[in-house]
């Protein structure tokens, strides 16, 4: 059983940056695929990012493209989301999932953990 807490949600203005972490407790945490969703109010979540195993390959929602990253640190335990140039749209709970199996998903459905979520919020 994994464990996911994330961190680093906030308020920020609109064209600003935050950095989202997820610390991962409970399994092996490297033998997992990592994603990150986020969830607007009235509306469904969605995916955002997710990334390999490795770290070598990562995958990601065209509205976040050229301004979001993810990357992690397996001797770490732990996954970031780096956001730049953020809108008023991203303004959502973010949460970081672990998925046990080998290939990436894009699904909510393929990720088997899930953290409580961070509060993420961009004025305009």
């Known amino acids: 059983q994994v464990q996911l807490v994330e961190s680093g949600g906030g308020l920020v203005q609109a064209g600003g940056s935050l950095r989202l972490s997820c610390a991962a ?3 092996t945490f490297s033998t997992h695929v ?5 969830q607007a109010p009235g509306k469904e979540r969605e995916f955002v990012f997710a990334i390999s195993r490795s770290g070598g390959t990562a995958y ?4 976040v493209k050229g301004r979001f990253t ?5 001797a770490k335990n ?5 956001m730049k140039s ?8 973010y949460y970081c999932a672990a998925r046990r199996s080998r ?8 990720y088997d953990y899930w953290g409580q979520g961070t509060q993420v919020t961009v004025s305009s």
């Not at 990592?34 to 986020?38: E, H, S, V």
């Not at 290939?103 to 393929?110: D, E, F, L, R, V």
Request: net charge neutral; hydrophobic share 30%; glycine share 18%.
């Open 25 to 27: 407790s409970g399994g």
């Open 34 to 38: 990592m994603g990150w969703f986020r």
């Open 60 to 63: 990601y929602a065209n509205s």
């Open 70 to 74: 993810m990357s992690r640190d397996n």
């Open 78 to 82: 732990t996954v970031y989301l780096q």
């Open 86 to 93: 953020l809108k008023p749209e991203d303004t959502a709970v």
């Open 103 to 110: 290939g990436p998903s894009m699904g909510i459905g393929g």
